[in-house]
């Protein structure tokens, strides 16, 4: 019996029972999504047919993963208040900045164009099939392996609170996770992550509540964490990882940068009108923000609600938080929340993967002549594929594979670079775009693995992406323009 | 049609960047070294991003309802 199976109560039937009404419910939404998907569009972006509930609940759970339910507020827990710096002092932006800066135009580029993809988008605005394979190429290899990641918490979990194998709970969510995508596509997506969105703002709002009970109220735990260390209260927080440097990096990483996801970024595509938008965006950042906050804070008051957890016991301070103020069936509800957030991360990689296969290399590459409908039926297929994969990976549990992936998932914010000179500049060049995303990649894994000095005390993705600005700046100053034509669909006729 | 080319735009923007810079500022309501307490022994930083939060909200608001009165922000209402 490992450390964390000593301190947590294992319910298997609750868990069982729950999990199993869970993903009936799941299935249902999914057989709904699956009727009104019937065609490529549909598949992809809801024919641009999203409402604001589903597209801001979509966008908030999609953006909180498993890690937000426990590595976050196990790292509040080691650190103390300064560990909500994580996310919470950004937060309110995290929305508004992608809606204002390229929002807008993406739902008219949606609705005008037809674009599905982000590489829809950057093939048609710098003229090359070579930049759309490069991101539907580095998309996939990133994404894949992060759907793997999320299957692993679903699998200790189970076996956790089950004492069933591992990959029990890999293969579970992997499939059921499959299924609703592969038949409804992204509606099935959008749809079960309202579900999931709502679960997870539960399990975040009831968890806070319950570790400031356990803990004495606000006053005797704060009281408590002074008496522990005054570190716990202030920054840098206890070990000096969240000094100024972070702080910032922390807030511009988790704004401004989700630009560059490919999940995030294909929601403005599937949405209805502006007003969908701006509820979208008014939703999902309440959601976001109070989530983010009770549930990082509740890792905080656990040093006093649930003191000397150690090693990987640190993991699982949502769970046990749970554990302690609840019956098994709620609790079992509620931790299935956690399981919620990673699936409805999953899900959307996985539509966006699909369309980095079928869409961006398939259809616009490999056969030209294939029909929106080969391709919406070959999308079905790839999804499954692609979901074995990932399960395959959970499974295997590669961890210097994982390791190099998830840090290079963050390289996907370099693309923010073309998305918005491309957007925003008419001077910006195939080749600029090119070669500074290349570079700049190269850039972000040196400083990552081995020149962290060059980060100035910043994320690295900061720096490589300043880096990368400029040099598709000065690149596309000396290579050839734009065609007049493309300058016109992206500047001319935006103009209203 | 964007933060460069609509005036509207352009001004809430700025506002908008305004409120972003300014929480990087280390004052000491968003980022103390020193543990300041406010209600109830909560860390002052922790009050400010709430504050700032709550007003950069009750501004997205108010940029929601001006647009929604503009005429180019009803382009796909009926579809």
Redesign the interface.
């Known amino acids: 019996m490992d450390a964390v199976s000593q301190l947590i109560s294992p319910a298997p039937i609750p868990f069982y029972s729950v999990l199993a009404v869970y993903f009936v419910i799941l299935g249902i939404i999914g057989y709904y999504a699956t009727k009104a998907t019937k065609n490529l569009k549909d598949f992809f972006v809801m024919s641009?047919?999203a409402g604001a509930i589903v597209s801001g609940l979509a966008y908030f759970s999609t953006q909180y993963s498993m890690s937000t339910f426990m590595g976050c507020p196990a790292t509040c827990y080691k650190v103390g208040?300064a560990g909500?710096t994580i996310s919470?002092?950004?937060?309110?932006?995290s929305m508004?900045?992608p809606a204002?800066?390229v929002g807008?135009?993406l739902?008219?580029m949606g609705?005008n164009y037809g674009f599905l993809t982000m590489a829809d988008y950057l093939g048609d605005r710098y003229e090359s099939n070579g930049i759309r394979s490069l991101h539907a190429l580095m998309m996939v290899i990133f994404l894949v392996p992060m759907m793997g990641a999320q299957t692993i918490g679903a699998g200790i979990i189970l076996r956790t609170f089950t004492g069933a194998p591992e990959w029990v709970g890999i293969v579970a969510m992997g499939v059921i996770v499959i299924l609703y995508c592969m038949a409804g596509g992204i509606r099935g997506a959008m749809l079960t992550d309202v579900l999931q969105g709502g679960l997870m703002l539960v399990t975040a709002v009831v968890t806070f509540i319950i570790s400031v009970r356990i803990g004495g109220?606000?006053?005797a735990?704060?009281?408590k964490l002074?008496e522990m260390s005054?570190d716990l209260?202030?920054?840098?927080g206890l070990g000096g990882s969240y000094g100024?440097g972070n702080?910032?990096s922390m807030?511009v990483l988790w704004?401004f940068f989700t630009i560059g996801q490919p999940t995030l970024f294909t929601k403005f595509f599937a949405m209805?009108?502006?007003?969908v938008m701006?509820?979208a965006?008014?939703l999902g950042?309440?959601g976001m923000?109070l989530a983010a906050?009770l549930i990082e804070?509740s890792g905080v008051n656990a040093l006093v609600s649930i003191p000397g957890l150690a090693g990987k016991q640190i993991d699982f301070v949502v769970p046990l938080i749970l554990q302690q103020g609840l019956g098994p069936v709620v609790s079992a509800l509620l931790i299935s929340g956690i399981m919620a957030a990673g699936m409805s991360t999953i899900d959307s990689l996985l539509i966006v993967s699909t369309g980095g296969i079928t869409r961006d290399i398939y259809q616009n590459i490999l056969k030209k002549d294939a029909t929106d409908q080969d391709v919406f039926k070959l999308s079905r297929v790839v999804t499954v594929i692609i979901g074995i994969v990932a399960i395959l990976f959970g499974i295997s549990r590669p961890a210097t594979i994982f390791k190099l992936i998830l840090f290079a998932f963050g390289g996907l914010g370099i693309w923010v670079a073309p998305v918005i000179l491309g957007?925003?500049w008419k001077g910006a060049t195939k080749m600029g775009a090119m070669l500074s995303v290349i570079l700049g990649e190269i850039l972000f894994v040196l400083i990552t693995l081995k020149y962290h000095s060059w980060a100035l005390g910043f994320n690295p993705l900061i720096v490589s992406w300043t880096i990368t600005m400029i040099l598709m700046v000065v690149i596309s100053k000396i290579t050839p323009a734009p065609s007049q034509a493309v300058l016109k669909r992206h500047f001319e006729d935006?103009?209203? | 049609m964007d933060v460069l080319s609509n005036a509207f735009e352009k001004r809430w923007f700025y506002i908008f960047m305004f409120m972003y810079f300014i929480i990087m500022v280390p004052f000491p309501f968003f980022f103390s070294t020193t543990y300041i307490p406010s209600i109830q022994g909560i860390p002052l930083f922790v009050v400010g991003w709430t504050v700032h939060t709550v007003i950069t909200l009750a501004l997205i608001l108010l940029f929601a309802w001006q647009a929604l009165q503009r005429e180019e922000y009803h382009e796909f209402d009926d579809q």
């Open positions: 641009g047919k208040f909500l919470v002092p950004g937060l309110v932006f508004i900045i204002l800066l807008r135009k739902v008219k609705h109220g606000f006053e735990i704060n009281a002074l005054p209260l202030s920054h840098p100024w702080y910032v807030i704004s209805k009108n502006y007003r701006f509820k965006v008014i950042t309440v923000w906050t804070w957007m925003y935006l103009r209203s």
